[in-house]
């Protein structure tokens, strides 16, 4: 990236907080192994270049699959070592004593446990990048903060929140109250821990005392092992998201954004365009990185460097009323498009997106949802035929 653009792109935007202790660790974990694998020396391939969807979708279910399989075991076999102390020793061994070695059992159980799913995790998450052609660690370097594709998956496998980043003054969570941000940043960092110890303590101990309660103990053990198989479905499911979503980001910005047919647009139009997804990130009330690769990537098309209200949704549907039919729709397709890329359409979208789609709300709502689909299914060539920018309404 060349200075002009790290100075653009620092006057752009503010990152609130550098990246966490657990995300750089995965992220030079997720750079070592495709160092090790040879990977990051591969030419990056195009999506035309990947396999059909049919064969994405059986190698991206085998990896995720296997993954599970394996936490399965991990969990329940982490488990195994407390259960058999609480079956062996509970009525055999003074109380303060039992309870203080049990402890520590537990604690050094849990320790193992998250350790190896957080291995596990930074594994399946390369191995869906390196399927769908993400050889180079440092790719996307030009997001805030040097925000490379190893951080994104590093943050998809551990669980951790994207980064706080207004970008152009675009605040996605300016509609989001105080309080409830706060409580989703201490669900975040009490996720983790709270969740074995749910499954650990609260869901078994309620089924009985004494012989009686040692002997529904061991239903922890399976209990365990399919509450970590889940979270492993919903890593992979998360860093598919992720890749695919940035994959055609990157299909946008250089095989359609930037061609020949966006000289046509009117400095009016391509205000528009990156009101569309402006205000989209703000209505899904979220960071996701594959709507802020796509905003920056329009920024780079359209050489904006204007500071102004982007996010605002009524100087948006002001400006769908002055541009011309044809870049009417094409600002329409874009605000479609970029709606879907988080994988989810929330409430506020829901209820607003009508407003700009008029007579064509109903096409371009089941256009965004199919979209959302392929993408969470990993149909990458499916999501691409979706992502058309053609002038043309619906």
């Known amino acids: 990236m060349s200075e002009n653009k790290h100075s653009a792109e620092k006057n752009h935007s503010i990152r609130k907080k550098e990246s966490g202790f657990l995300e750089k660790i995965g992220a030079k974990y997720y750079q070592y192994m495709a160092k090790k694998t040879g990977v990051s020396q591969v030419a990056q391939m195009s999506i035309d270049d990947l396999p059909p969807d049919e064969v994405m979708c059986s190698l991206a279910a085998n990896i995720t699959h296997f993954a599970a ?27 303060t004593l039992y309870y203080f070695y049990y402890a520590l059992i537990v604690i050094a159980m849990l ?42 998956l590093a943050r998809a496998a551990l669980e951790v929140p994207d980064p706080v980043v207004h970008y152009l003054g675009i605040d996605p969570l300016k509609h989001v109250p105080k309080n409830k941000l706060l409580f989703i940043s201490l669900l975040y960092k009490a996720k ?17 005392k004494g012989s009686s ?16 198989a ?10 598919r998201l992720r890749l695919f979503g940035n994959r055609l980001a990157h299909h946008l910005a250089d095989s359609i954004i930037a061609s020949e047919l966006m000289n046509h ?17 703000v209505l899904s009330q979220n960071y996701h990185p ?5 905003m920056i990537k329009l920024c780079e098309t359209f050489e904006i460097e204007k500071h102004d209200n982007y996010d605002d949704w009524e100087d948006f549907l002001k400006i769908l009323n002055e541009v011309e039919t044809h870049e009417r729709y094409f600002i329409l397709d874009l605000l479609c498009v970029s709606a879907a890329f988080d994988g989810n359409l929330s409430r506020l979208e829901r209820y607003h997106l009508p407003q700009a789609f008029g007579e064509y709300t109903e096409v371009y709502m089941q256009r965004m949802e ?4 392929v993408l969470l299914n990993g149909h990458l060539h499916a999501a691409k035929a979706l992502c058309k920018l053609d002038f043309e309404p619906g």
């Open 265 to 281: 647009l009117s400095p009016k139009a391509q205000e528009g365009a990156i009101r569309a997804v402006a205000t989209t990130m």
């Open 290 to 294: 594959n709507m802020l690769i796509l």
């Open 230 to 239: 889940f979270v492993m479905f919903k890593v992979a499911k998360e860093a």
């Open 213 to 228: 309660r040692l002997g529904f103990t061991w239903i922890a053990i399976p209990i365990t092992g399919i509450w970590d």
């Open 111 to 152: 320790a193992v446990e998250m350790g190896v799913l957080f291995w596990l995790s930074l594994r399946t998450v390369h191995g869906l990048a390196c399927l769908t052609g993400h050889h180079h660690a440092n790719d996307d370097a030009l997001l805030p903060g040097n925000d490379a594709i190893a951080n994104i």
């Open 69 to 95: 399989i394996i936490a399965f075991g991990v969990g329940a076999l982490t488990t195994v070592i407390s259960v058999w102390f609480e079956w062996k020793y509970y009525e055999r061994m003074d109380e």
């Open 192 to 208: 983790v821990i709270l969740s074995g110890l749910v499954v650990k303590f609260l869901l078994i101990r309620v089924f009985g």
């Open 370 to 373: 199919h979209l959302t689909e």
